[in-house]
């Protein structure tokens, strides 16, 4: 039996997929990171494994996939997951997903239920990021995802991803720490959870993932998610889609971010008395005023700064030399060129 299980669940925004990317093979002989699958984000998998509806995840949907291969890919993680939770050969499990979060009461009871039949002590670890940073963070996350328009709030649930698991295992089990990088250790998110959790940082290489896009990537992907009705539905728009995104964002590297500031109309700031009151945790300058949304949309529908430059040179790269009429223009030819190249190599 597991001395211990440590299951890591984000949240969203907060260098969990650098942590997932550096613990990817992770073992020191006592601890090891789950292998479920290619990808180290857990997620999906867990998701798939027990939520009461796996098969409506919007990745699926995105991509079109069979029922049958979803039913199958749900047995493939069931029987995985119980393999490695009954390794004796090792006393400690590392777990990590921020979409975890979003399994069903009784999905996620039957997940701890599961971890706690082959793990003595359960761990759970969550960095918690400001509401104002997380609504500009999540922004983004939502626009490469496809948003067309702006939500009311972005709402942080601070509460809504913590206490269903606090039910299961009890508050002392949970670990709760601002996603601050001046309160990190060496001021990574990647050190501070292996510092948190005791593992050997020597071990790990440490990778920087799915960093923030460049501030003009984010106001093009934002008008080809109102321009283009067709980016989801089978795996070929989807690859395309999401090579367009990456594009993107490599033509704009090194140029400015978001300015979070602006976000204020969308930063949800309703958590911040729970997380006080139960967990005896604050953000500094918070809560903010969040104001009215039109001053927003009115700067992300302004293209006027954003240059058309980086995104030219990666059409010309491409051998996309045409007449474009506009940005949207350009964008739907890029995409239309990225569709044709899924569907050769078959993704």
Same mark, same amino acid.
């Given at each position: 039996?597991?001395?211990?299980?440590?299951?890591?669940?984000?949240?969203?925004?907060?260098?969990?997929?650098?942590?997932?990317?550096?613990?990817?093979?992770?073992?020191?002989?006592?601890?090891?990171?789950?292998?479920?699958?290619?990808?180290?984000?857990?997620?999906?998998?867990?998701?798939?494994?027990?939520?009461?509806?796996?098969?409506?995840?919007?990745?699926?949907?995105?991509?079109?996939?069979?029922?049958?291969?979803?039913?199958?890919?749900?047995?493939?993680?069931?029987?995985?997951?119980?393999?490695?939770?009954?390794?004796?050969?090792?006393?400690?499990?590392?777990?990590?997903?921020?979409?975890?979060?979003?399994?069903?009461?009784?999905?996620?009871?039957?997940?701890?239920?599961?971890?706690?039949?082959?793990?003595?002590?359960?761990?759970? %670890?969550?960095?918690?990021?400001?509401?104002?940073?997380?609504?500009?963070?999540?922004?983004?996350?939502?626009?490469?995802?496809?948003?067309?328009?702006?939500?009311?709030?972005?709402?942080?649930?601070?509460?809504?991803?913590?206490?269903?698991?606090?039910?299961? %295992?009890?508050? =002392?089990?949970?670990?709760?720490?601002?996603?601050?990088?001046?309160?990190?250790?060496?001021?990574?998110?990647?050190?501070?959870?292996?510092?948190?959790?005791?593992?050997?940082?020597?071990?790990?290489?440490?990778?920087?993932?799915?960093?923030?896009?460049?501030? =003009?990537?984010?106001?093009?992907?934002?008008?080809?998610?109102?321009?283009?009705?067709?980016?989801?539905?089978?795996?070929?728009?989807?690859?395309?889609?999401?090579?367009?995104?990456?594009?993107?964002?490599?033509?704009?590297?090194?140029?400015?971010?978001?300015?979070?500031?602006?976000?204020?109309?969308?930063?949800?700031?309703?958590?911040?008395?729970?997380?006080?009151?139960?967990?005896?945790?604050?953000?500094?300058?918070?809560?903010?005023?969040?104001?009215?949304?039109?001053?927003?949309?009115?700067?992300?529908?302004?293209?006027?700064?954003?240059?058309?430059?980086?995104?030219?040179?990666?059409?010309?790269?491409?051998?996309?030399?045409?007449?474009?009429?506009?940005?949207?223009?350009?964008?739907?030819?890029?995409?239309?060129?990225?569709?044709?190249?899924?569907?050769?190599?078959?993704?």
């Amino acid at each position: 039996m597991l001395d211990e299980a440590i299951i890591h669940l984000g949240m969203h925004k907060t260098g969990t997929s650098s942590i997932q990317d550096s613990l990817r093979g992770y073992d020191d002989g006592t601890t090891f990171y789950t292998v479920l699958g290619p990808d180290p984000n857990h997620s999906l998998a867990i998701y798939t494994a027990f939520h009461e509806d796996y098969a409506s995840h919007q990745y699926w949907r995105n991509a079109g996939t069979p029922r049958a291969q979803i039913d199958a890919r749900r047995a493939e993680v069931r029987r995985d997951l119980a393999a490695q939770l009954q390794r004796g050969d090792r006393q400690r499990i590392v777990i990590s997903g921020e979409g975890i979060v979003r399994l069903d009461p009784a999905g996620a009871a039957e997940f701890i239920d599961l971890v706690r039949t082959h793990a003595r002590a359960i761990r759970i %670890v969550l960095y918690l990021r400001d509401p104002l940073g997380y609504a500009a963070s999540m922004f983004e996350q939502l626009v490469k995802g496809g948003l067309t328009k702006l939500p009311p709030l972005i709402r942080p649930g601070y509460q809504a991803r913590i206490d269903p698991y606090r039910a299961l %295992v009890g508050p =002392e089990a949970i670990q709760l720490r601002r996603f601050d990088r001046s309160e990190m250790t060496g001021e990574s998110v990647v050190t501070d959870f292996c510092d948190l959790v005791g593992l050997d940082a020597g071990r790990v290489r440490e990778v920087t993932a799915n960093q923030a896009m460049p501030m =003009e990537a984010v106001k093009l992907a934002y008008l080809f998610n109102r321009s283009n009705p067709c980016s989801f539905g089978d795996r070929i728009v989807l690859s395309a889609r999401r090579h367009l995104m990456q594009a993107m964002a490599e033509a704009y590297r090194g140029r400015p971010k978001l300015d979070k500031a602006r976000f204020t109309p969308l930063a949800d700031c309703s958590g911040l008395d729970y997380l006080k009151r139960d967990w005896g945790l604050t953000f500094p300058g918070h809560p903010v005023e969040p104001g009215p949304t039109i001053a927003l949309e009115g700067w992300l529908e302004d293209m006027s700064d954003v240059s058309p430059d980086p995104l030219d040179r990666i059409m010309r790269q491409a051998g996309l030399t045409g007449n474009y009429r506009d940005l949207a223009g350009k964008l739907s030819r890029s995409y239309y060129h990225l569709i044709c190249r899924a569907a050769a190599s078959g993704a």
